[in-house]
């Protein structure tokens, strides 16, 4: 009978593990993608805004002040949120072990016995 809760709490475990892995890898997939895409996005809205900027005979003083807005505005968010969403190490899960070690659980359990 422990044996058969035994695997099957270990069953569990691993389970949860894989669970917790195939997570982990779906936000490295996002976290790469929206890196791209803010990498795109940011190289786009500055070379529209700096058009604008260098050919200011083309364009009213209004578009001009919005593109240069622009450009400094979404350069900086962009770069602020790339940041704090793609590189930042602290919003990484991290992988760990859910089985519990029988040694530890023994120790544990021999502590808790002694007066």
């Not at 779906?26 to 940011?42: D, K, P, Q």
């Not at 400094?72 to 991290?94: E, K, M, P, T």
Request: overall charge positive; aromatic content about 6%; proline content about 3%.
């Amino acid at each position: 009978m422990a044996s058969d809760r035994a695997r099957e709490q270990l069953r569990q475990e691993r389970e949860t593990f894989e669970q917790a892995r195939t997570h982990v890898a779906r936000w490295f997939a996002l976290r790469l993608c929206m890196g791209y895409i803010g990498i795109v996005l940011m190289t786009l809205v500055a070379a529209v805004s700096t058009y604008v900027i260098l050919h200011p005979d083309r364009y009213d003083a209004t578009v001009l002040g919005v593109a240069g807005t622009a450009l400094l505005v979404d350069i900086v968010s962009l770069a602020v949120s790339i940041f704090r969403l793609v590189l930042q190490q602290g919003s990484i899960a991290q992988l760990k072990p859910v089985t519990k070690c029988a040694a530890t659980t023994r120790r544990r359990n021999a502590t808790d016995l002694r007066p």
